[in-house]
């Protein structure tokens, strides 16, 4: 039996929820599947973990996450600590230790689940973003002068390399060579920053040169807002800085129905060290508790960490399982519907249970 270890950080928010929630999912499959087994290592890092150390993971925590074949996250924010101070603390030196230079985010409209977008349904919305995930915006180079005076001044350096933009480049070729329409597009903002930007457009049209079975086209950041709203049939395979693909992704989740329903993995494509693979929603602390979190982020997000593992076909079984429910309209409030996060994760082990996929 084939065996992967699993280091588990549910954190902060609806994190414990849907993280659970996901596991539970997953032992099903396990048990349904027989082929492979998940070993989970749970850490109890995030914001409480800070209260009482004023630090959000100890020392050697790289050391105990390499152990793992791959991360499962869940979110990290507290309303009372500034949310610099716990992204910095948890998931970016995770993301920037390990080197998880690429940000998968998958999008696509679940059956029974309706877009904000009138006449668009499944089939019509099936994207894939990837995100710059080692530098550029979120490079962390800046700093403050002069605090509290009039002529404070504050600066935040976007890092664009070489290296870091070309593998990114190459990465997202691959992705959409791996997709049957076989395009993507490559959204910048060369108009306005003429250094950084420029130098992107440069060097996705020298790796489109070793892809020549994949069609691209360039858009404009702002253009690309409208673009996904107005022509989403238009649009396969995205790639973009950190900063762009983060705000893009977050619209390509509302438009697919919920920020509930998105996954994210934060690859290192080389396996140099594990990745880690989250939902995209964040803490959501203002229905934390409520019982009615959506899963399926994490659903979906376990579904791209097992394919990470080699386990595609019990990945494919799982987004089966999932489509299934929301196609029979087990949704909860985000989507419009009144099931809680223990309804939407029965229904799913029920119907992985009953599958002969």
Same mark, same amino acid.
């Given at each position: ?54 630090? %959000?993971?100890?020392?050697? &925590? ?6 793992? #074949? ?12 500034? #949310? ?18 690429? $940000?998968?985010? !998958? @999008? ?7 877009? !904000? ?7 019509? *919305? ?6 710059? $995930? ?22 935040? @350096?976007?890092?664009?390399? +070489? ?13 959409? +060579? ?5 395009? *993507? ?25 070793? %892809? ?51 996954? @994210? ?11 880690? %693979?989250? !939902?995209?929603?964040?803490? /959501? ?8 979190? $959506? !899963?399926? /982020?994490? %659903? ?20 089966? &399982? ?12 985000? *989507?419009?519907?009144? /099931? ?5 994760? /029965? ?11």
């Amino acid at each position: 039996m084939r065996q992967h270890r699993i280091a588990a950080i549910p954190a902060d928010g609806i994190g414990p929820e849907v993280i659970a929630a996901g596991l539970e999912v997953l032992d099903a499959l396990a048990a349904r599947d027989g082929g492979f087994k998940l070993v989970v290592d749970h850490y109890d890092w995030g914001s409480d973990y800070y209260r009482k150390h004023g630090k %959000f993971m100890p020392a050697d &925590a790289m050391a105990w996450l390499r152990t793992a #074949d791959a991360i499962y996250f869940g979110a990290v924010g507290d309303p009372d600590i500034p #949310d610099d101070v716990t992204l910095w603390g948890l998931r970016l030196p995770i993301c920037q230790g390990f080197d998880q230079y690429a $940000n998968v985010r !998958p @999008t696509r409209i679940f059956p029974g689940v309706s877009s !904000p977008l009138a006449g668009v349904g499944p089939g019509d *919305l099936d994207w894939l973003i990837i995100r710059e $995930n080692s530098e550029g915006e979120y490079a962390g180079h800046g700093g403050r002068a002069h605090r509290g005076l009039p002529e404070e001044v504050a600066t935040e @350096t976007a890092i664009f390399t +070489r290296r870091g933009v070309e593998r990114i480049m190459r990465y997202a070729f691959e992705q959409a +060579r791996a997709r049957p329409r076989k395009h *993507l597009t490559v959204v910048t903002k060369s108009n306005a920053q003429r250094h950084g930007m420029v130098f992107w457009d440069e060097i996705a049209a020298m790796v489109s040169h070793d %892809f020549k079975d994949v069609t691209w086209d360039k858009e404009l950041v702002d253009a690309m807002t409208q673009r996904m709203v107005r022509r989403p049939q238009s649009i396969d395979t995205v790639v973009a800085t950190n900063l762009h693909a983060d705000i893009l992704s977050d619209l390509a989740a509302a438009l697919a129905g919920s920020l509930g329903i998105a996954p @994210t993995g934060n690859v290192d494509p080389e396996r140099r060290s594990p990745s880690m %693979f989250e !939902p995209i929603h964040g803490s /959501a602390f203002d229905i934390t508790g409520k019982g009615i979190a $959506n !899963p399926v /982020a994490s %659903f979906w997000t376990a579904a791209m960490m097992l394919e990470h593992l080699g386990e595609k076909q019990a990945a494919g079984t799982l987004m089966r &399982a999932v489509e299934t429910v929301c196609a029979a309209g087990v949704l909860t409030p985000d *989507l419009g519907g009144k /099931a809680t996060t223990k309804e939407v994760t /029965a229904a799913v082990c029920e119907a992985l249970r009953g599958s002969n996929a």
